[in-house]
């Protein structure tokens, strides 16, 4: 089969409720900060709600710090904490450099993560912010790379 083939077979039938979603992925960078302080925060930038379908943690930099954490989740404002999308994920001095965690599977999402998709409201909605609070002690020298997998619940 010819990739113009599969593309054909991928457009739905005129007359079908069916819909081809493109996918957005967006990359952020956690910066360093002291305990309490947020590594990231972004409001949904695309003007549309999304459903985020999976986050992706890759520790660049590791903390010289031992013990600390980053939680991530959405939320009302730039400073909402909470930890239903990763929980707990190491940044400290203890914590790995080139480690992956992904918000999908059981064993790196942490206690409260749900590996759950999420919505993220577009500016104005309920939970318009994804945030990444670093927590349990600072941050000093963390880098991450936050990878969030996104697709649009509104469209054409």
């Not at 054909?8 to 952020?28: C, E, H, N, S, W």
């Not at 972004?42 to 954490?69: C, F, M, R, W």
Request: aromatic share 6%.
């Amino acid at each position: 089969n010819s990739t113009d083939e599969n593309v054909q077979r991928m457009v739905p039938k005129k007359g079908t409720d069916l819909k081809y979603v493109p996918m957005i992925a967006f990359r952020i960078e956690g910066v360093a900060g002291a305990e309490n302080a947020f590594a990231f925060a972004v409001e949904n930038p695309t003007g549309q709600d999304l459903l985020i379908l999976e986050v992706l943690h890759y520790l660049k930099t590791k903390s010289t710090v031992a013990s600390g954490v980053i939680d991530i989740d959405v939320g009302a404002t730039a400073t909402t904490t909470g930890a239903t999308i990763i929980d707990g994920v190491a940044i400290g001095s203890g914590a790995t450099n080139g480690a992956v965690i992904s918000s999908q599977i059981l064993a790196d999402s942490g206690t409260n993560g749900n590996e759950k998709p999420h919505v993220w409201n577009k500016a104005g909605g309920t939970s318009p912010f994804l945030t990444g609070k670093i927590l349990a002690a600072a941050g000093t020298a963390y880098v991450g790379i936050i990878t969030v997998i996104c697709a649009p619940l509104e469209g054409p």
